[in-house]
């Protein structure tokens, strides 16, 4: 399956160019402290908003931070809050919808009425009010963006759910005995997991956006945290000065957001046999 | 699900940190004025009670007062609905026009430069942190430029005869006030967070209405129709277009409704003094009765649009109808 999708990979141009993207935002990542020798809280200098240098790549920020690893470990830090939340996206969705699926009847209805209700919601509305009621931290941010993208994945596991327990293989599974939960566990869930694959890529850039404004609206607990909405919130509270700023950490946020969003069309058209025929 | 709603937002004032009575007295606040207040407030009553007087507030307009301005909510937020909607719908209408254009263009002309543009707005657009196009379009057209202002809805030093009664300005100065330069001016600072707020719809509909006359410039009837010998043009307006759009017209109504919390982040940007900005600064103040008030009047609305959307399907699509006879 692997060695079929990297085929694929080969002639897919822009999803080419989103592994690229989300490559390179790993990489930096994950040698952010080889790749500086500044920590992201660490201050540099007084010289605020300093010009890029030899020794500061990208200048100094508006609080005397080297803006290159504040830039490098937001990385780590998007990357990380990103992940935690598609995941707990995933995880709530998956079990409501595979419930949903499964059990029929009132669980279906009772779990499909509270996704409705979720979904009655803006999406990015919802996430600030549940950051009202949790409190502002980096931490709630993943829990307000989880389960406000929960509702999806919800939807896409109850249809798949749906889909492959109505096959020959699990009325077999069902005639020889098997449980409830073995059935769903070991039979029905691992062959839902591919357009799951999809819609958690297309997530994590809707997850990215979501954080970032979420704390470009102060709503990210600590302003000094490494995180790529609140460089730019940094930035854009000084515009004259800070927009060299601005700019870096936006830029960061598209080329990430776009990564993802390449990567999960091109996923998208890899499962969709009439793209694969073309 | 209104009544979903309605609870929820009830319960949106328990769940929230901090104490009411503390925030209306001030730290100075001993537990007898405390207690006296959360009675004067019917704090100290049973859950349902309090709820069922919550939606008869709520029914009759009432909203109760900000505990941390001591503003009628009501009042406030007769002045920042129709900001919202006036900002919301100018974006619809732009994000409509370009989107729609753009994705024919492409569909007809594929793999020319339009498609590339269509495919390069349609990645971008849904990719884009619309703060930050805010930001850099506010930064080259009202800063470097000066074409446009940097925010606010109008310039009120100005226009201080102004004094709108509702809060659709533009509809005010149009037909109350008769005035093609304050037109002019509210448009001038309406032009920028609209177009801001609808890139990330424009995107979407640019991508749907290309994938969508693609898929109907393939069907049968239209190479029927060409072999025929009609022209180029209407094969694509007559014949393309009334299929193709039917998706994409009946998408509007959703996009419409998630531009509300898209209003979220341009109003701050824009300093637009909007719903979506009301919500901010109720969150930063934890103000319970705003975000209360807000939170059921924006998901009333996303509800009820999402309704006229699905009402809407079987309106536009004539199929849909005839199904529904039989």
Sequence with gaps: ?278 | MLIAISIASFLLLQALPGDPTAALLGQQATEENMASMRHELGLDRPLPVQYIDFVGDALQGDFGRSYFTNQDVSTELKQRIPATVELALAAMILATIMGVSLGILASIKPRSIWDFICLFIALTGVSMPIFWLGFLLQQLFAGDMGLVPFGGRFNEAGWQGFQPETGFYIYEAIFTYHSPALTFELLHHLALPAFVLATVPMALIARMTRASMLEVLDQDYIRTARAKGLASTPVVVRHAMRNALIPVITSIGTQFGYLLGGAVLTETIFNWPGMGRYVVDAVIRLDGKPLQASVLIIATFFVLINLLTDISYSIIDPRLRHRGRK
């Design chain 1, 1 to 278: 399956m692997i060695r079929d999708f990297l085929g694929f990979l080969r002639k897919h141009r822009p999803a080419q160019v989103g592994v690229v993207l989300i490559l390179l935002v790993v990489f930096a990542a994950v040698l952010a402290p080889v790749l500086t020798d500044y920590g992201p809280k660490d201050p540099v200098s007084y010289n605020f908003f300093e010009d890029p240098s030899s020794s500061h790549w990208l200048g100094l920020d508006g609080q005397g931070y080297d803006l290159f690893s504040r830039i490098v470990y937001g990385a780590r830090t998007t990357l990380r809050i990103a992940l935690l939340a598609t995941l707990l996206a995933m995880c709530l969705g998956g079990v409501m919808g595979s419930l949903a699926g499964y059990a029929g009847r009132w669980i279906d209805l009772t779990v499909m009425r509270v996704v409705d209700f979720m979904m009655s919601f803006p999406s990015f509305l919802l996430a600030v009010v549940m950051v009202a009621i949790l409190g502002k931290s980096l931490d709630n941010l993943v829990l307000a963006v989880g389960i406000v993208g929960a509702p999806l994945f919800a939807r896409q596991v109850r249809a798949e759910v749906l889909r492959v327990k109505a096959l020959e293989y699990v009325e077999s599974a069902r005639a020889l005995g098997y449980s409830n939960l073995r059935i769903l566990l070991c039979h029905v869930l691992p062959n839902c997991l591919t357009p799951l694959i999809v819609l958690a890529t297309l997530g994590m850039g809707s997850a990215i956006l979501d954080v970032a404004g979420l704390a470009f609206l102060g709503l990210g607990g600590d302003p000094f945290d490494p995180e790529w909405g609140l460089i730019l919130k940094a930035g854009w509270n000084s515009p004259s000065k800070g927009a060299f700023q601005v700019g870096v950490a936006g830029a960061c946020i598209l080329g990430t957001v776009l990564g993802f969003n390449l990567l999960g069309d091109g996923l998208r058209d890899w499962l969709d046999p009439r793209t694969r025929l073309k």
